[in-house]
């Protein structure tokens, strides 16, 4: 059983910055994947980010490219999404997610682990 806590969102204008993290707990991969999320109201929960455990692979979103940034530290088991530039589409609920393996994938149904969300409100 793994658990996923996010923390870190909140209200921020558009311009501004933030930064997500998420916490692993419980028994854990030797190999893994960690993923960031979102899901804004009435749309699919769609793929920001991921990152594995080696940090030799990272994927992003194109509407996120050169202004987030995904990191981990593996001594934590803890991800990061650090966001710059905020926009007002960036709304959403942001979802923390693990996979085991090396490879990374986009799609939402590959994760196996998922945090219970955090809230992140960009007003123009």
């Known amino acids: 059983q793994v658990q996923l806590v996010e923390s870190g969102g909140g209200l921020v204008q558009a311009g501004g910055s933030l930064r997500l993290s998420c916490a692993a707990s419980g028994r854990f991969f030797s190999s893994y994947v960690m993923g960031w999320f979102r899901q804004a109201p009435g749309k699919e929960r769609e793929f920001v980010a991921a990152i594995n455990w080696s940090g030799g692979g990272i994927s992003y979103a194109e509407s996120v490219k050169g202004r987030f940034t995904i990191t981990r530290d593996n001594a934590k088991i803890t991800v990061y999404l650090q966001m710059m530039s905020l926009k007002v589409e960036d709304t959403a609920v942001y979802y923390c997610?693990?996979?085991?393996?090396?490879?990374?994938?986009?799609?939402?149904?590959?994760?196996?682990?998922w945090g219970q969300g955090t809230q992140v409100t960009v007003s123009s």
């Open positions: 997610a693990v996979r085991g393996g090396a490879l990374i994938f986009t799609d939402p149904r590959d994760f196996d682990w």
